[in-house]
Nanobody, 123 residues
Framework: QVQLVESGGGLVQSGGSLRLSCAASGRAFSSYAMAWFRQAPGKEREFVAAISANAISKYYIDSMKGRFTISRDNAKNTVYLQMNSLKPEDTAVYYC????????????????WGQGTQVTVSS
């Protein structure tokens, strides 16, 4: 069992930055690949970024490459999402998740989820 708690969301102006954190407790955090997803009102949950257990491999969707950076600190049981050049369309609830197996990009591959943190970008 892995418990995940996100923090760092908030209200920011367009072009601003936020750093999200996800603190994990429970079973060996360092053995899990981790990801960030987001969900805007009325939309499906969307993949944002993922990082392998050893932090060597990182995955992003094209629209976020160069703006968002995922990282992790296994000593602190924490995964981060640095978000720069934020746009109003980035407004959503952001979730972190621990991957069981399968595609990095599919939410079905993740069996542990946090409660989410709201990010609101004003224009």
């Amino acid at each position: 069992q892995v418990q995940l708690v996100e923090s760092g969301g908030g209200l920011v102006q367009s072009g601003g930055s936020l750093r999200l954190s996800c603190a994990a407790s429970g079973r060996a955090f360092s053995s899990y690949a981790m990801a960030w997803f987001r969900q805007a009102p009325g939309k499906e949950r969307e993949f944002v970024a993922a990082i392998s257990a050893n932090a060597i491999s990182k995955y992003y969707i094209d629209s976020m490459k160069g703006r968002f950076t995922i990282s992790r600190d296994n000593a602190k049981n924490t995964v981060y999402l640095q978000m720069n050049s934020l746009k109003p369309e980035d407004t959503a609830v952001y979730y972190c998740a621990a991957r069981n197996s399968g595609s990095y990009y599919s939410p079905l591959s993740y069996n542990y989820w946090g409660q989410g943190t709201q990010v609101t970008v004003s224009s």
